[in-house]
């Protein structure tokens, strides 16, 4: 079964100041590891996937297959950083995603 | 393009109704998902429709169901409403069934009374 675990719910930090998100997984198939967003009043949207392996808005993300993880990185957070991070989980040839429960991320002026 | 399109936006419901809602996918789009959202949690895998045909189905009970139409657009309907079934219901689209990244519509808030 497809898992993922995102273990803190509420992520307070100052403009300027490093954020990590941390994601967990746990499947034995081939996963595929993304990070949706949700923007206050917007709808859920992709940042990033990681077989793109490319920086969006300045977050990067590294699966780490022997830890399981995919943790979501930025080295300055910014205001409109401010949002709901979800990890999320699917498998090579098809649309079946397992989300985590998500991060609240508050970014302090 | 106006993206994934989901109606109604609100729905109030009542305990043993049944619930028909809604989805249009992005044009060209010929797969879509459903996911039920509960307060708190993460989206949760309900369905998969891709070419009118069921292609996943996650841990629901056989109250939901869901069907495509020729023109790619869906229905999710779900019998007998209990409680818990009070939820954002979510509605994704991509153009193959496979993992392409989806795109999401602004969901339909359901309440159970």
């Known amino acids: 079964a497809q898992r993922v675990t995102q273990p803190e719910k509420l992520l307070s930090v100052f403009k300027g100041a490093p954020v990590e998100l941390k994601c967990n997984y746990s499947?034995?198939?081939?996963?595929?590891l993304f990070w949706y967003v949700q923007y206050s009043r917007q709808r859920l949207q992709l940042l990033l996937r990681?077989?793109s392996r490319e920086s969006i808005k300045g977050f990067t993300a590294d699966l780490n297959k022997g830890e399981t993880s995919f943790h979501l990185k930025k080295p300055f957070a910014q205001e409109e950083d401010s949002a709901m991070y979800y990890c999320?989980?699917?498998?090579?040839?098809?649309?079946?995603?397992?989300f985590g429960k998500g991060n609240q991320v508050v970014v302090i002026p | 393009d106006a993206g994934v399109t989901q109606s109604p936006t609100h729905l109030i419901k009542t305990r043993g109704q049944h619930v028909t809602l809604r989805c249009s996918p992005i044009?060209?789009?010929?797969?879509v998902s459903w996911y039920q959202q509960v307060l708190g949690q993460g989206p949760q895998f309900i369905f998969q429709?891709?070419?009118?045909?069921?292609?996943g189905r996650g841990n629901f009970p056989d109250r939901f169901s869901a069907r495509q139409f020729p023109n790619y657009s869906s229905e999710l309907n779900v019998n007998a409403l209990l409680l818990g079934d009070s939820a954002l219901y979510l509605c994704?689209?991509?153009?193959?069934?496979?993992?392409?990244?989806?795109?999401f519509g602004d969901g339909t808030r359901l309440s159970i009374l």
């Open positions: 994704a689209s991509s153009p193959q069934p496979d993992n392409q990244p989806q795109h």
């Open positions: 499947y034995s198939g081939s996963p595929e």
């Open positions: 990681h077989i």
């Open positions: 999320a989980l699917g498998d090579y040839g098809n649309n079946r995603l397992a």
């Open positions: 044009s060209g789009h010929k797969s």
């Open positions: 429709y891709y070419e009118k045909e069921e292609r």
